[in-house]
T-cell receptor, first 112, second 115 residues
Framework: SQKIEQNSEALNIQEGKTATLTCNYT??????LQWYRQDPGRGPVFLLL?????KEKRKERLKVTFDTTLKQSLFHITASQPADSATYLC???????????FGTGTRLTVIP | GAGVSQSPSNKVTEKGKDVELRCDPI?????LYWYRQSLGQGLEFLIY????????KSGLPSDRFSAERTGGSVSTLTIQRTQQEDSAVYLC?????????????FGDGTRLSIL
């Protein structure tokens, strides 16, 4: 069956450290992988997109890697801040599909 | 408006009633999506509209669910004869033209509670 798993439901880290979130997928062939941030009571907000033939993408303190052999994406937030506390969702787009397939998310808490 | 707008933000209704949820996408976006987010579950795709093409209804969970998009802009998701398992947050998103490499822009959702 098809699955998108994010490593843990909740992750607590100390301010200033690097947060690393994992997204593993099974029985998908994604053309793109996207990461979104969701705050309580709000809709997801797009952060980064990476193509299947890209290994890494960066944006300010954010970095995403994509390994189609391992069927895994890693999402890093460097120099984390309490304002980074939120739920982070990975989502796949498969070739020819119209919609995103989402993981269940990881709730990140950055402790001051 | 600047972003995707959804109304109402909260809806409480009795089991068996019909409900209508509204989505106003970003101006100029031709692609519109509906998703459902239940407690402990990821976002689940429901339906996709792209321009004047026939909608992709493959994610609708039952024939009690339907959606329309009038004039290529505002969309309404209708749930008939609501059941308690329909309780969830219903999220609408839009993108520029629906291509796979585009981000989706989400509204803040309608929280639906069925008593």
């Amino acid at each position: 069956s098809q699955k998108i798993e994010q490593n843990s439901e909740a992750l607590n880290i100390q301010e200033g450290k690097t947060a690393t979130l994992t997204c593993n997928y099974t029985n998908y062939s994604p053309a793109y992988l996207q990461w979104y941030r969701q705050d309580p009571g709000r809709g997801p907000v797009f952060l980064l997109l990476i193509r299947e033939n890209e290994k890494e993408k960066r944006k300010e303190r954010l970095k995403v890697t994509f390994d189609t052999t391992l069927k895994q994406s890693l999402f890093h937030i460097t120099a984390s801040q309490p304002a980074d506390s939120a739920t982070y969702l990975c989502a796949l787009v498969t070739a020819g599909a119209n919609n995103l397939f989402f993981g269940t998310g990881t709730r990140l808490t950055v402790i001051p | 408006g600047a972003g995707v707008s959804q109304s109402p933000s909260n809806k409480v209704t009795e089991k068996g009633k019909d409900v209508e949820l509204r989505c106003d996408p970003i101006s100029g976006h031709t692609a519109l999506y509906w998703y459902r987010q239940s407690l402990g579950q990821g976002l689940e795709f429901l339906i996709y509209f792209q321009g004047n093409s026939a909608p992709d209804k493959s994610g609708l969970p039952s024939d009690r669910f339907s959606a329309e998009r009038t004039g290529g802009s505002v969309s309404t998701l209708t749930i008939q004869r609501t059941q308690q398992e329909d309780s969830a947050v219903y999220l609408c998103a839009s993108s520029l033209d629906g291509r796979s490499n585009q981000p989706q822009h989400f509204g803040d959702g309608t929280r639906l509670s069925i008593l």
